[in-house]
Each structure stands twice: as structure tokens, then as C-alpha cells.
T-cell receptor
Framework: NAGVMQNPRHLVRRRGQEARLRCSPMKGHSHVYWYRQLPEEGLKFMVYLQKENIIDESGMPKERFSAEFPKEGPSILRIQQVVRGDSAAYFC????????????FGPGTRLTVL | RKEVEQDPGPFNVPEGATVAFNCTYSNSASQSFFWYRQDCRKEPKLLMSVYSSGNEDGRFTAQLNRASQYISLLIRDSKLSDSATYLC????????????FGKGTLLTVNP
């Protein structure tokens, strides 16, 4: 049973470019969460999605960031016009149909903005 | 007061030692707590869940004190492989899914 998959594992972008981060949840999981870990900081919740629905995006910056979890395919976290402050590790987690279930984390995408 | 606050560490202990980490939380309504471990540049992995007064799993014991809003993690007979950052975690904001992570406590077990 494959775990949560994320790609790319490392992403380098220049300021002003777009970054697209992908997350495939564990088989049978329908809840996806995105977290960001800035250098020397704890993980911070960004957004919670179910298939085709954004349930809670209270942790997402108001501008440049968006997330989706389409009916088919992985969840995507999109960052437009990246800035140096966006450099961080972005982790995706998934959970089974009951949202109280344990969240399992993917290996993360390390975004570096030059 | 931060939602979840941990010992700053770092902790350096010899193999075989017993080490304890402390964590305080501010949301008295929180019902569940977790300890995750995170190896350098890796994802967090669930170590233990704590729903009542405590939980024990082999060399690891987690205790919860709701009156003091305090959680602890005890590791007995430390192994080199226990070296990692230990994260205290609780759902926040009235939700049961929005995990709030402490900054973590770095443990290094030395031979």
C-alpha cells in the first residue's frame, strides 16, 4: 500500500515564476491537507480539501496561493509569482473518510526561490 | 501564549538514557494530542496518539495532564535511532483536523 506521494521532491523557481506541487493521497483516503514548514519553524496548516471541495482554507495566504483536489488526479497546490519568502518545505497529508482519523504525511516538496 | 509550546532543547543523551520532553497547550477544549517524530529533512511520522490520561508503547510513554494543560513524552533506554526532532501536536481552532505543531525538540542520542 503506497503511502502519500508528492512530486516533485525538490523544486527551484526564480522570483515571479509559478510553482505547482502535487500530492496523491494514500489509497482509500479522501481527505487531503497541505502544511508549510518554513526554515526553523513548525509546520503550519494551510488548507483542507476533499474531492472537488475546499473545506477549510483558513491557513492559505490570501493572494497567489490556490489549491484544488479534482475528481480525477492528484491534489495541486499552486503558487503564482513566487517570492523568496515562499521558500519552504510543503507537506501534504491524507486521512481516511472520517476526518478524525490519523493524518499521514508525504515526503514533502522543498521549494527554493532564487 | 502559543497554542502548542515545547521544550526548546536540544537534548544530547547517551545510549540507554531516559529522556523526557514537555509540551504545554493553550486550548483547554482540545481532546486529542499527538507526538510525531521528524527526521532531518523528512516528513513527520506519527509516534503516539494521546486521548485520555496517557498512552504507552514499548519504550515510549505519553502522559496528559488536562488540569495543567501539559503533555509529556518519556523515552526509556534510548537508542541511536531515536535521534530526531519530536513534535507535539494538537488539533486547533475548534476543529478536529487542523493540526497545530510545536516547533519541536531535537534529540541526539550518542554512542
Amino acid at each position: 500500500n503506497a503511502g502519500v506521494m508528492q512530486n516533485p521532491r525538490h523544486l527551484v523557481r526564480r522570483r515571479g515564476q509559478e510553482a505547482r506541487l502535487r500530492c496523491s493521497p494514500m489509497k482509500g483516503h479522501s481527505h487531503v491537507y497541505w502544511y508549510r514548514q518554513l526554515p526553523e519553524e513548525g509546520l503550519k496548516f494551510m488548507v483542507y480539501l476533499q474531492k472537488e471541495n475546499i473545506i477549510d482554507e483558513s491557513g492559505m495566504p490570501k493572494e497567489r496561493f490556490s489549491a484544488e483536489f479534482p475528481k480525477e488526479g492528484p491534489s495541486i497546490l499552486r503558487i503564482q509569482q513566487v517570492v523568496r519568502g515562499d521558500s519552504a518545505a510543503y507537506f501534504c497529508a491524507s486521512a481516511a473518510p472520517q476526518p478524525t482519523d490519523t493524518q499521514y504525511f508525504g515526503p514533502g516538496t522543498r521549494l527554493t526561490v532564487l | 501564549r502559543k497554542e502548542v509550546e515545547q521544550d526548546p532543547g536540544p537534548f544530547n543523551v547517551p545510549e540507554g538514557a531516559t529522556v523526557a520532553f514537555n509540551c504545554t497547550y493553550s486550548n483547554s477544549a482540545s481532546q486529542s494530542f499527538f507526538w510525531y517524530r521528524q527526521d532531518c529533512r523528512k516528513e513527520p511520522k506519527l509516534l503516539m496518539s494521546v486521548y485520555s490520561s496517557g498512552n504507552e508503547d514499548g519504550r515510549f510513554t505519553a502522559q496528559l495532564n488536562r488540569a495543567s494543560q501539559y503533555i509529556s513524552l518519556l523515552i526509556r533506554d534510548s537508542k541511536l535511532s531515536d535521534s530526531a526532532t519530536y513534535l507535539c501536536v494538537s488539533p486547533s481552532g475548534g476543529s478536529n483536523y487542523k493540526l497545530t505543531f510545536g516547533k519541536g525538540t531535537l534529540l541526539t542520542v550518542n554512542p
